[in-house]
């Protein structure tokens, strides 16, 4: 079975503070996305990798970075967490094609910004 | 029109009755489609991948008509534990490879 794993179920942090969501699979899957999910707003696409050391913006990249040093691990950084960056943050990966094959999620980090 | 749409619900159905429901897509470059599964705080799943010819898997059924651009979801003789939010995700593949996730729809299954 193909596992995600995230680091936190839960967080909260400071406005200001840097976060580091870190995201691991252990399928060798070339690819790795980064999503929140918000209420009324659905899944929305931060940020994916297709390689190691290759990342692409989403539909909302503003707020975040991110870095896939190694395979099969692929971290979103928040360089100065805000109010608004409160949501569900949900890590995927897949193989083949980025956008053709299924997706496999990690459990999410609730994340609070206080 | 938004690249993906869904009712969002909830559809609230008996115990033991059929329900469907739709997804709709704007871009007719689309290529690929799948039903995903929410439960309540957890993570998204694959539930069913769509084929052109229609495809089932045990009591659900899933359809696409690409003429009307939309899926479908039908679950037959529901059961409680079918209660969770269903996501429509489609993917275009083309200059710019993207896999648009709908908001869910919402099933409530009632005892």
């Known amino acids: 079975d193909v596992k995600v794993t995230q680091s936190s179920r839960y967080l909260v942090k400071r406005t200001g503070e840097k976060v580091f969501l870190e995201c691991v699979q252990d399928m060798d899957h070339e690819n790795m996305f980064w999503y929140r999910q918000d209420p009324g707003l659905g899944l929305r696409l931060i940020y994916f990798?297709?390689?190691?050391?290759?990342?692409e913006k989403g539909d909302i990249p503003e707020g975040y970075s991110v870095s896939r040093e190694k395979k099969e691990r692929f971290s979103l950084i928040l360089e100065s967490a805000s109010t608004n960056q409160t949501s569900m943050y949900l890590c995927?990966?897949?193989?083949?094609?980025?956008?053709?094959?299924?997706?496999?999620f990690g459990p999410g980090t609730r994340l609070t910004v206080l | 029109r938004k690249e993906v749409e869904q009712d969002p619900g909830p559809f609230n159905v008996p115990e033991g009755a059929t329900v469907a429901f739709n997804c709709t897509y704007s871009?007719?470059?689309?290529?690929?489609f799948f039903w995903y599964r929410q439960d309540c705080r957890k993570e998204p799943k694959l539930l069913m991948s769509v084929y052109s010819s229609g495809n089932e898997d045990g009591r659900f059924t899933a359809q696409l008509n690409r003429a009307s651009q939309y899926i479908s979801l039908l679950i037959r003789d529901s059961k409680l534990s079918d209660s969770a939010t269903y996501l429509c995700v489609v993917n275009f593949i083309g200059r710019d490879d993207k896999i648009i996730f709908g908001k869910g729809t919402r099933l409530h299954i009632l005892p």
């Open positions: 990798s297709y390689d190691v050391k290759m990342k």
């Open positions: 871009n007719s470059a689309s290529q690929s």
């Open positions: 995927a990966s897949s193989t083949g094609g980025p956008s053709t094959d299924t997706q496999y």
